[in-house]
């Protein structure tokens, strides 16, 4: 993964640098960013906000924040990772059940939580919530 700019790891440089190695996808979000690297760990860089732009969590330069994964997504202002296991595991803003969960639960995840024990995977193209199959209350 290479970048140029105020970016972490490369601070306000205008030649491009390696900021990560052994990346196998990377998706951006309006004010962060998901990698998923070839052995399975996840790592996240900028913040998530809810709708009026409130930070609901903050990273400091990229963090690993979980590891076994086989697919990783960012919304506008959510995240998500389905592990080797099938679970599907969000976070970010909740307010109107974006991560699966009824927002009387939590409006926001600054962590990731599972909220499903089995979900299908279909390839780069998407997932979809395996509903009638192990869903798992918060």
Request: hydrophobic share 35%; proline share 2%; with cysteine.
């Amino acid at each position: 993964l290479m970048g140029t700019g105020n970016l972490p790891a490369a601070g306000a440089c205008c030649v491009a640098v390696e900021l990560m190695s052994d990346v196998q996808y990377v998706k951006c979000s309006p004010y962060g960013i998901i990698v998923l690297k070839a052995d399975g760990t996840v790592c996240c860089a900028g913040r998530l906000c809810d709708g009026d732009g409130n930070v609901i969590r903050e990273y400091d330069g990229f963090e690993q924040v979980m590891d076994h994964a086989v697919y990783a997504d960012a919304g506008e202002r959510t995240m998500a990772v389905i592990r080797s296991d099938g679970s599907l595991w969000m976070w970010g803003d909740n307010s109107s059940q974006q991560c699966g969960v009824d927002s009387h639960v939590a409006e926001n995840f600054t962590e990731p939580t599972q909220v499903r024990e089995m979900c299908g995977w279909y390839g780069w193209t998407g997932w979809r919530f395996m509903m009638n199959r192990n869903t798992r209350d918060i």
